[in-house]
Every structure is written in structure tokens, then in C-alpha cells.
Nanobody
Framework: QVQLVEYGGGLVQAGGSLRLSCVVS???????????MGWFRQAPGKERDFIAA????????YYVDSVKGRFTISRDNAKNTVYLQMNNLKPEDTAVYYC?????????????????????WGKGTLVTVSL
């Protein structure tokens, strides 16, 4: 079993920044080298959407257009932690943010992840952006 725990959510004013962390622990029978770590978010009354991913092995990153240039995903192999640095936050970024892992994500050729691609999920952390 793989466990994911998110940290760093909170209330921030528009234009501000937050950094989310996701600590990965446990075993899956696969090596970290095949993992892709993703961040998703679910706004009130909406479906959960993919926003960013990083390959654990080569560090390649992927973003949806709505966050490109404002959000940065990264990983620290030594700490088994994935980060989402969020800058220039907007009220429409208000959502519960989830960390998730695709155990075979290195083989993803879409460069985009759906909920069903992910094998394990964190419980989420709430980010609220006020005007």
C-alpha cells in the first residue's frame, strides 16, 4: 500500500502564493522510477480535474493550460515528497487539492492524467483564494 498525505492548504488572498506538499510512503511492488505524481483539484460543485504531474524518475513535468506559468510541480527524491508551488492565485483556484500516484505513469503517452489512471490518492487539502 502507498500512502499519500498532503500539507499546505489554507486561505490566501488573490495574487498570493501557497506551496502544497505531498509525502509519499509505503510500498507498491514497483520502484519509484516508474511513478508519476499528479496534483488534481476539485472546486465546489465541480468534478475533480488534473492540473499537473511530474515523473519521479526523469523529473519531466506536465501542466494544464489554466495553471501553466503560475504553478510549478517538483519532487524531492530524498524526502519522498512532491510539491506544488502556486503563485498568482486567483479565486477560481479555490478547490480541494489532491495528490495522487500513477504507479506506471512513466509509460503515459498522453501527458495528461485522468482519475482512473491514478492508483492511490491522498485525502486532499483545501485551498481558498479570497478577493
Amino acid at each position: 500500500q502507498v500512502q499519500l498525505v498532503e500539507y499546505g492548504g489554507g486561505l490566501v488572498q488573490a495574487g498570493g502564493s501557497l506551496r502544497l506538499s505531498c509525502v509519499v510512503s509505503g510500498r507498491s511492488g514497483r520502484t519509484f522510477s516508474s511513478y508519476s505524481m499528479g496534483w488534481f483539484r476539485q472546486a465546489p460543485g465541480k468534478e475533480r480535474d488534473f492540473i499537473a504531474a511530474v515523473n519521479w524518475n526523469d523529473g519531466n513535468t506536465y501542466y494544464v493550460d489554466s495553471v501553466k506559468g503560475r504553478f510549478t510541480i517538483s519532487r524531492d527524491n530524498a524526502k519522498n515528497t512532491v510539491y506544488l508551488q502556486m503563485n498568482n492565485l486567483k479565486p477560481e483556484d479555490t478547490a480541494v487539492y489532491y495528490c495522487a500516484v500513477d504507479l506506471d505513469g512513466i509509460y503515459n503517452r498522453r501527458n495528461f492524467w485522468f482519475d482512473y489512471d491514478m492508483d492511490y490518492w491522498g485525502k486532499g487539502t483545501l485551498v481558498t483564494v479570497s478577493l
